[in-house]
């Protein structure tokens, strides 16, 4: 498995920056955060989702730039961090051309929301966007994924796999995040990822915790540092050790427990130590002969 961030997790450094710190820190790729900060956020304290500093323009420049940085600095980018809204097929067509453009396998796009409406009309609705999608991924050569996501009708392993089913993994794929299962979601490791079986194409890393309220009541979940919270790291390397899953994992930590590029570091630090443990050296054979 490799490793690589998402710069949604970077709000304060510049593309430009982040790339060598990453590979600095010793990080094997780069998930570009790919989308338009409006210009009336530009004047805020940089946030995750608000004025993102590290973030790409779904432009061909800003893919060229996007390629040209990772270059330079020794990163891959195995998937592209893109916010396209269900139905949004021209989005999508922007997002895979910058995908070709930068050398990007995979784009990441969306799923109807609870909330917006009864389930199965949104269940609907998404499969028949996801069919026209999983035509332009073939066109383009570049893959699709929806992410395991509270507040969306894709929150467990199940209910992705559901809207994914029967399409060519080689077009359409899932994110699995743990992260986002703690708020919403969380089906037990192993079964998710057997589940999701050739379609499990990305792993998203970060962890939650909850709160709880003074005086009681229903507790409140929020992010929280990867080496303290809900997810269980340990169980779910040995999962997906398990479904023999070799692909790349993108650390996005949202606990501003440190800053940026201290987390880089310490997130890195951690993640080889859960890897190492979940496999662990071989002690040499021994001749007998």
């Known amino acids: 498995m490799k490793l690589c961030?998402?710069?949604?997790?970077?709000p304060d450094l510049t593309p430009e920056e982040a790339a060598p710190a990453l590979a600095e820190a010793g990080y094997h790729g780069v998930e570009w955060r790919v989308t338009t900060v409006p210009p009336a956020r530009r004047s805020e304290p940089p946030s995750f989702w608000g004025n993102n500093l590290c973030t790409l323009s779904p432009t061909e420049d800003d893919a060229r730039r996007a390629r040209a940085l990772a270059e330079a600095a020794g990163l891959a980018i195995p998937n592209l961090g893109t916010y396209i809204d269900v139905g949004d097929l021209p989005a999508v067509e922007t997002a895979m051309r910058f995908a070709q453009i930068a050398g990007a396998p995979q784009?990441?796009?969306?799923?109807?929301?609870t909330g917006d409406g009864a389930f199965r009309e949104g269940?609907?609705?998404t499969r028949a966007f996801l069919a026209d999608v999983a035509r332009l991924a073939r066109q383009y050569g570049v893959r699709a994924l929806v992410e395991t996501h509270q507040g969306t009708i894709a929150a467990s392993a199940s209910a992705a796999f559901r809207l994914v089913e029967?399409?060519?993994?080689?077009?359409?794929g899932v994110i699995y995040d743990p992260g986002n299962m703690v708020y919403e979601g969380f089906e037990a490791y192993a079964m998710g990822l057997e589940l999701l079986g050739p379609y499990l194409a990305h792993v998203h890393i970060k962890n939650g915790a909850f709160d709880r309220p003074e005086g009681g009541g229903v507790w409140?979940?929020?992010w929280a540092p990867l080496e303290d919270g809900v997810v269980d790291f340990d169980a779910l390397f040995a999962a997906l050790k398990a479904v023999g899953y070799d692909g790349?994992?993108?650390?996005?930590?949202?606990?501003?427990?440190?800053?940026?590029r201290a987390a880089l570091r310490a997130n890195l630090a951690m993640l080889r130590g859960v890897m190492a443990r979940a496999s662990p050296p071989?002690?040499?054979?021994?001749?007998?002969g």
Not at 5 to 10: A, N, Q
Not at 166 to 172: E, L, M, T
Request: avoid cysteine; proline fraction near 9%.
């Open 5 to 10: 961030v998402f710069t949604v997790m970077l």
């Open 166 to 172: 029967g399409f060519d993994p080689a077009s359409v």
């Open 107 to 113: 784009v990441r796009v969306g799923v109807s929301r």
């Open 220 to 222: 409140q979940a929020r």
């Open 282 to 288: 071989q002690p040499p054979l021994l001749w007998s």
């Open 248 to 260: 790349w994992l993108g650390v996005e930590d949202f606990s501003r427990a440190r800053p940026s």
């Open 123 to 125: 269940f609907a609705v």
